[in-house]
């Protein structure tokens, strides 16, 4: 616990860069405002990387679609594989796609992925819990949470989210069958939300039901901001690719809406069935994939902004967001065309971004002799040494605490940040004086840190929440 504990708020506080002699060789560079953004690969020769989380390790965590799941040494780049699964099937865009880790990792080290297979012929999808052993580097003990869900070949999803309060977000395309996304009674073409045992949440929209929202087509993107806002990225046919805030109870239209409610049909549609319109469209599409949020100082430009993985037009967007997180304010492209189709993306406590290419096994595009690829986006020259820990304090109390805790400062602060054990962001206020109040209520019981962050310097502590 301790060991864990301490590797966590060590890549909070932002290790200083490897020596140039230890670090990969550049593929490209590139100017994000005053910032040089390095890119070099992690580790290649993998095969259509699906999902990239970070562990509380400090390794990254993959899936490939072909039914592995793999820790990666961040620094080394070497692979060590967990488990393939035996039951995957594999057929054009289905396979293992999403997975994420159990918040409280030291005392749950669950792994929750989603996944297609054959059930008596027909293309299924559905999730499964792993339990992670790190003396064997295993996953063992598989749990059905979710099994049954009707699948095609393309349209699966599907991304996992585990929100603060412990219930897990699942994707899920429409399997091909349009009219599925607007039956309420069709796990199809839904964000659906479940507690951790697969059970319905109590306070979920619809009494009984699973479904959190409605009316998708093809969800391959979800991230949550520390504010609580939700996004999501989805495919639209030959236009209106889409970029959603996700709202519970909402309609999101398809396949009677595409894009914004902007034809007499569509918004009469649209007035009738709660729909909520994307924050931004493409016509022409550009295959929209993972989705993640940038707010590091390691590179500045990118604060505030969602950064999405793009497949047929082979890039990462930057898409920054106002104050509120009401409204996409811009777009920037980056890396177009220079590593083909880019499906996977986080964000590493360091401020690094980490992106999985996704060119084998029939896809379009030229893949290169090393594809599949993770790729590491990093400003090289950032070294937090420069921002001291020890010439920033606080204190946080109660701790243990329940719904509210007080920080008081030592310095001004331009941010705080409650993170969970895996270095995630669950919540985040600008404070105005040298004492704040965070807001606990949302949180479950278990470890946090909090963290500081002023022209002074950077600091964490450990807060319980009981």
Not at 101 to 109: M, N
Not at 176 to 186: C, G, M, R, V, W
Not at 277 to 289: F, N
Not at 327 to 340: K, P, V
Request: glycine fraction near 8%; aromatic fraction near 8%.
């Amino acid at each position: 616990m301790k060991t864990l504990r301490f590797a966590v708020l060590a890549a909070w506080a932002g290790a200083a860069p490897l020596a140039a002699a230890g670090q990969a060789p550049a593929l490209s560079t590139f100017a994000v405002g005053a910032t040089t953004v390095t890119v070099s690969a992690v580790a290649t020769n993998l095969d259509v990387v699906w999902e990239l989380v970070w562990g509380p390790d400090n390794f990254l965590w993959a899936t490939e679609r072909y039914g592995r799941i793999s820790r990666i040494n961040p620094t080394t780049g070497q692979v060590l594989p967990l488990l393939t699964l035996p039951d995957v099937t594999t057929v054009s865009e289905s396979g293992l796609l999403g997975m994420v880790l159990h918040p409280q990792f030291a005392t749950s080290p669950y792994v929750y992925v989603v996944y297609n297979y054959t059930d008596a012929g027909s293309l299924k999808e559905k999730v499964v819990r792993y339990t992670y052993s790190a003396t064997a580097n295993t996953l063992t003990a598989p749990l059905v949470l979710l099994g049954g869900i009707t699948a095609f070949n393309t349209h699966s999803g599907s991304r996992l989210l585990i929100l603060p309060d412990l219930t897990l977000l699942v994707t899920t395309g429409d399997a091909s069958q349009a009219s599925l996304a607007q039956n309420p009674t069709s796990l199809n073409g839904k964000i659906l939300r479940m507690n951790l045992d697969g059970t319905v949440p109590a306070d979920n929209p619809t009494p009984n039901s699973l479904v959190y929202t409605l009316g998708h087509r093809n969800p391959q993107g979800l991230v949550r901001l520390p504010s609580g806002s939700l996004y999501s990225s989805e495919h639209g046919p030959n236009n209106d690719d889409e970029i959603n805030k996700i709202e519970a109870g909402r309609n999101y239209g398809w396949p009677d809406v595409e894009g914004y409610c902007n034809l007499a049909a569509e918004r009469t549609f649209c007035a009738a069935n709660n729909v909520r319109e994307p924050l931004y469209t493409w016509t022409p599409t550009i295959a929209p994939a993972g989705l993640a949020y940038y707010d590091h100082p390691a590179i500045p430009g990118w604060r505030g902004s969602l950064l999405l993985a793009v497949l047929k037009d082979q890039r990462l967007l930057q898409l920054p967001l106002d104050a509120a997180g009401a409204a996409i304010t811009g777009r920037t492209d980056y890396l177009a065309g220079q590593f083909g189709r880019l499906r996977a993306i986080c964000v590493s406590p360091a401020g690094k971004v980490y992106v999985g290419t996704s060119n084998l096994r029939g896809q379009i595009g030229n893949p290169a002799a090393t594809d599949d690829r993770i790729l590491v986006l990093e400003n090289r020259s950032f070294v937090t040494a420069n921002r001291p820990e020890a010439s920033f304090s606080f204190d946080v109390f109660p701790n243990p605490a329940q719904r509210s805790a007080t920080v008081r400062l030592a310095a001004p602060a331009t941010r705080l940040t409650i993170r969970d054990v895996l270095g995630r962001s669950v919540a985040a206020i600008r404070p105005s004086s040298l004492t704040a109040a965070l807001d606990l209520s949302a949180l479950r019981a278990g470890t946090y840190f909090v963290e500081a962050e002023g022209a002074a310097g950077r600091a964490t502590r450990r807060l319980v929440v009981e």
